[in-house]
């Protein structure tokens, strides 16, 4: 409250400081939550075609494989599955974006050619090369979801975060720090009124005793020129 605030020039000074800088973090963290939330609904366009590019590819994946059981029996594609010897790996790093770190996933092995995938020309067939080619596919693409999800809900924690920030300096901090600074205001003021009234009442009062003293002293030069004749 400003009142528990000591109504000093030193105190002023720095809640004048102190709204400089919380103005200036005010300004910084608005530029930042604003940059976000570009940023952010960038990712979200994104992560809108990458989710409807996994449904599609699903669907596309599950109709192949399906194909594939039906033409060419479950037990062909579970050998053709478990002929597979290089499993697609995944490294991950980040990237800094508006100060935020987001994951980036890197993935290799993924997409495979007829003679990597382990079963052979002979031990396959165009359906099961087809399911093969789909669910490929479809990996890379829930790799790019995981990665685009992911930092799409950093993003959205650190809008939040950001948010408070900005809500705290302009509806609490500042608003406190700007009653502070008026409260000390109006008591200096009041402060310099009453020492201007002081000091006034201290010089009529010198003037007063002045000309007391002038004319104390007059009269005493008047009744030296003057004496009074003796009886």
């Known amino acids: 409250m400003a009142k528990d605030v000591k109504p000093t020039r030193k105190n002023l000074m720095a809640i004048e400081d102190r709204i400089e800088l919380s103005e ?124 685009v999800e992911t930092a799409m809900k950093k993003m959205l924690t650190e809008i939040e975060t950001t948010k408070r920030r900005v809500n705290a300096l302009e509806f609490t901090l500042l608003p406190t720090l700007y009653e502070n600074q008026e409260y000390i205001e109006q008591k200096l003021e009041e402060q310099e009124r009453e020492e201007i009234f002081r000091m006034k009442k201290i010089k009529a009062k010198k003037e007063e005793e002045e000309a007391e003293a002038e004319a104390e002293a007059e009269a005493a030069a008047a009744e030296t020129e003057n004496p009074e004749p003796a009886d």
């Open 24 to 147: 200036r973090g005010h300004d910084t963290l608005e530029q930042k939550r604003d940059g976000l939330i570009m940023e952010f609904m960038d990712i979200l366009d994104q992560a809108q075609d990458v989710r409807s590019d996994v449904s599609e590819n699903y669907e596309t994946a599950q109709r192949k494989i399906d194909m594939a059981r039906a033409m060419e029996g479950d037990v062909a594609v579970r050998g053709a599955a478990a002929a597979l010897k290089e499993h697609p790996e995944i490294t991950t790093q980040s990237k800094n974006i508006m100060g935020v770190v987001v994951p980036q996933i890197e993935s290799s092995k993924v997409k495979k050619s007829l003679d990597e995938r382990g079963y052979g020309l002979l031990g396959s067939s165009a359906r099961i090369d087809e399911a093969a080619d789909a669910y490929e596919e479809l990996l890379e693409k829930i790799i790019l979801a995981a990665e």
